[in-house]
């Protein structure tokens, strides 16, 4: 065994032994690779003493690797901390000047306190602009807008502060529409409405934005604040749909909010939203301001300053990255204030354990390779997504072997709301197991790919805010087939979000292939299943106790209709088709895709227009569902059980309750679930 030694107390000029430490982790590395490159074999332990270590990104490549028999950890003695932020100090922070508190309201002008960044050394190019968020802006079509990186975030005692915003908490509400700009589709009586006359968005260049009208309170209040880059985030259509804008100067006589940049799906009345980067609105604790062209950072403090920990954000990057590198163990770090993700790993048989990641802007792990885990790590208040996981080869179906294990992961997606799960799969063969993850605005998990293991989680309090969403989510793809979501425990899923399709603990959207639901139990979960079109769909041996009050179906059974005609059902094999390209999109060994999903090539054989819209294949059996809203089903017309489609519906027991039964003594054939082994795994007694 050869080890080496850090300290924050260490020297890079020592050799690195425990009397006589490194520095730094870039030191350590190199010890390490200067090791391997001398011909030296044996396992390698780094051992990081407690403190905190400021990182620039490090990246370990192909020569910085272990092997199976001699593998590289790095192992936190104690509390280790890896920051991309910068500590500022409590006596930097002063009062205002007159001009200043004349701009605030309330306590605000003598509470607020200000410190100048340009004394740390720091330019606008460290702090740089503000970037548009939310996983659907549109700034992509604007010539002077950015995408990231993101802003720097302002940490208080390891806690994220907000940028001034109004309302400080919650959202505000339009009034009407005026101006709808150039989107693709808008959302009118129920439907989606195609808008053929503007021309696709992705073909135009700095197209006008939207206008709405504000109430008269909301728009005096805006037009009274001066100069300043002022910006709106929030639903501008689709609950499902983020996004953040600059805005024009509000006039209060004409009470107009004019957006710089148009919402890709067009705009509703009463849609959810609310202002930040305003100095004037710097009114709560915990809130900040930076004037990006001074260099000046304001701040309204939630405690006394002194002995506080005050953090400002300055990597752009992730804090540990791997290229190619193999059989690395991180344990029991912690990560934290990056503006970009936690760690990247392009490589395989990379170990992730036992670690912290928090307060990053992205995800806490980008991770693409096989044999990799991640397990007993704590992954909590991130701008973006937990894990986003790929590997595997889905054209001959060789699993990855990636492991998500006995996490927590919690307060995530906190800066892009939607579409920035806990855990995002792709790839084949990830299993994601007795995780606990909860409070998040939108999804837990989304999934593409095949032959994934959803297993032994439990989930709760996500899609807080979310509509036609669901804990477990994925669509648009039949050849994303073989994922089993098993023995989950899945409960308190509900929106706050007025419902248009609802809000699910698991949805298979627009034309899913084969996915297996079993042995899961769901609790007060405002809907449980909604299966929209697709094949070989299972939805068995669940057990499903009580709705919310805002329920309003358990089980949603559908053929797949909102966009027939429209590059999805009726015009497929077209090449312009999102399912055909999907299909296309890479080689199969046809003989393991055909013994795998021997229904996948017949589904090209249905009639677009009658038959391929419908589920095929499909499940719904054994289910008891107690105290719940009833199924509803959409065959427009038609029987789901019409011969053609092959479909079995049959022994699910509706109850009003279960007057102290187990399901297995009502149903006959009910397996009962191993509820005690759902969620984190308990320690051994």
């Known amino acids: 065994m050869k080890d080496f030694y850090i300290s924050a107390a260490g020297c890079d000029a020592a050799s690195g032994t425990k009397e006589a430490p490194f520095a ?105 602009r503000l970037p548009a968020v939310g996983t659907y802006n549109s700034a992509e079509f604007y010539d002077d807008a950015i995408e990231g990186p993101m802003w720097c975030e302002l940490f208080f005692n390891d806690e994220r502060l907000s940028i001034a915003r ?118 709560a604790p915990g809130e900040w301001y930076l004037d990006r062209e001074n260099g000046l950072l304001y701040l309204y403090p939630p405690a006394p300053l002194q002995d506080a920990d005050i953090t400002l954000s300055l990597l752009t990057e992730e804090l540990l990255c791997f290229e190619g590198a193999e059989h690395i163990t991180l344990e029991n770090l912690t990560l934290l204030c990056t503006r970009g993700d936690g760690v990247r ?87 994601v197991s007795h995780n606990c993850i909860h409070h998040a605005a939108h999804a837990a998990i ?19 805010m979310a509509d036609d969403a669901a804990a477990i989510y994925a669509g648009r793809d039949y050849t994303t087939c073989g994922t089993v979501i098993a023995c989950n425990h899945f409960h308190d899923i ?23 639901v079993t042995k899961n139990l769901f609790e007060r979960c ?28 358990v089980i949603y059974f559908c053929r797949y209709g909102y966009w027939d005609g429209d590059l999805w059902c009726d015009d497929q094999p ?23 999903y021997p229904h996948l090539k017949e589904y090209l054989t249905w009639d677009p227009g009658t038959e391929q819209c419908y589920p095929h294949y499909c499940n719904i059996s054994g289910n008891v569902i107690v105290d719940h809203k009833p199924f509803d089903i959409y065959f427009d017309g038609l029987s789901p059980l019409d011969p053609r489609f092959h479909n079995r519906m049959e022994n699910n027991m509706m109850l009003a309750t279960l007057h102290g039964w187990a399901p297995s003594a009502l149903l006959p054939g009910f397996e009962e679930l191993p509820v005690t082994e759902m969620g984190l795994r308990r320690p051994k007694q």
């Open 574 to 596: 077209h090449p312009d088709s999102e399912h055909w390209q999907k299909y296309t999109a890479f080689a199969r060994d046809e003989a393991v895709w055909d013994a795998a």
């Open 494 to 516: 509900r929106s706050a979000a007025e419902s248009h399709s609802g809000t699910y603990a698991v949805y298979c959207d627009d034309n899913l292939g084969g996915c297996t």
């Open 24 to 128: 730094t982790l870039t030191a350590a590395r190199d010890a390490v690779r200067a090791f391997h490159a001398a011909g030296g074999a044996d396992a390698v332990t780094v051992h990081i003493a407690a403190g905190e270590y400021t990182l620039a990104g490090i990246r370990f490549t192909a020569q910085d690797s272990g092997t199976a028999e001699y593998p590289v950890v790095y192992r936190g003695e104690g509390e280790v901390r890896l920051t991309g932020g910068l500590r500022l100090k409590a006596e930097d922070f002063r009062p205002l000047s007159a001009q200043k508190k004349s701009r605030l309201h309330g306590d605000a002008c003598e509470k607020v306190l200000c410190a100048d960044l340009k004394q740390y050394g720091l330019s606008a190019a460290d702090w740089g």
């Open 526 to 553: 405002q809907g449980v299943y909604f299966l929209h079109g697709g094949h070989d769909m299972t939805f068995t041996n669940n057990l499903i106790l009580h709705g919310t009050d805002n329920s309003n179906r």
């Open 166 to 283: 109004y309302p400080d908490t919650g959202w505000l509400e339009t009034v009407c529409l005026v101006k709808e700009g150039p989107s693709d589709s808008t959302f009118r009586d129920g439907a989606v409405v195609p808008k053929p006359e503007v021309g696709p968005l992705s073909a135009r260049r700095n197209p006008e934005g939207d206008i709405w009208r504000l109430d008269t309170e909301t728009a005096a209040r805006a037009a009274a604040w001066q100069s300043g880059e002022h910006w709106i985030f929030g639903y501008p259509q689709y609950n499902w749909a983020d996004a953040a804008t600059p805005i024009e100067p509000v006039n209060a006589a004409d009470c107009l909010l004019k957006t710089k940049y148009v919402s890709r799906f067009g705009i509703r009345e009463h849609a959810q939203f609310y202002f930040y980067n305003v100095f004037e609105e710097l009114d």
């Open 345 to 431: 790993i392009a490589g395989d048989h990379i170990t992730v354990k036992e670690c912290t990641v928090k307060n990053a802007a992205g995800y806490a792990l980008r991770i693409d390779g096989d044999h990799n885990t991640v397990t007993g790590c704590h992954l909590h208040h991130l701008g973006r997504g937990g894990v986003m996981v790929s590997g595997g080869d889905r054209g001959s179906l060789i699993p990855s072997g990636n492991v998500i294990d006995n996490n927590h992961i919690h307060h995530f997606a906190q800066i892009c709301l939607t579409y920035q799960p806990a855990v995002n799969l792709s790839g084949v063969g990830v299993t």
């Open 446 to 464: 989304l999934f593409s790919g095949n032959d994934h293991r959803i297993e032994y989680n439990e989930i709760y309090e996500v899609c807080l």
